[in-house]
Nanobody
Framework: QVELVESGGGLVQAGGSLRLSCVAS???????MGWYRQAPGKKRELVAH???????DYRESVKGRFTISRDRAKNTVYLQMNSLEPEDTAVYYC?????????????WGRGTQVTVSS
C-alpha cells in the first residue's frame, strides 16, 4: 500500500498563499490524484484532482485561486493555494481519486493543517 505524506500547511492571513505537497512512498504515476479537505464538524470534500496526463479540475469555490500539479518523477502532487480565505481553513489530504470515489480507499495520511485568519 502506498503511503502518502502531506506537508506545507500553516497559519496565514486572508489573501496569503501556501503550497502543499503530497509525497507518495511508491509510484502514483498512473493514478488520478486528488486533494481533499476537512473542516471541523464538516465532511471531507474534494478540492481538486489531476489525471495522470495532467488534466485538472477544481471545486467551484477554489477555481482561479488554487492550482493542482504533479511531478511524475518524484511521485509528488502539489496544491498551490493563493488568495486564501478563512473558509479554506481545514486539514488537507491527498489520495487516489477513484479509490476515494468508490469507497475502497482507507489509508489516509495525517494531512496538513491550513488555518487562514481574517
Amino acid at each position: 500500500q502506498v503511503e502518502l505524506v502531506e506537508s506545507g500547511g500553516g497559519l496565514v492571513q486572508a489573501g496569503g498563499s501556501l503550497r502543499l505537497s503530497c509525497v507518495a512512498s511508491g509510484s502514483i504515476r498512473s493514478l488520478r490524484m486528488g486533494w481533499y479537505r476537512q473542516a471541523p464538524g464538516k465532511k471531507r470534500e474534494l478540492v481538486a484532482h489531476i489525471t495522470s496526463g495532467g488534466i485538472t479540475d477544481y471545486r467551484e469555490s477554489v477555481k482561479g485561486r488554487f492550482t493542482i500539479s504533479r511531478d511524475r518523477a518524484k511521485n509528488t502532487v502539489y496544491l498551490q493555494m493563493n488568495s486564501l480565505e478563512p473558509e479554506d481553513t481545514a486539514v488537507y489530504y491527498c489520495a487516489p481519486y477513484f479509490a476515494v470515489a468508490d469507497g475502497t480507499f482507507n489509508s489516509w495520511g495525517r494531512g496538513t493543517q491550513v488555518t487562514v485568519s481574517s
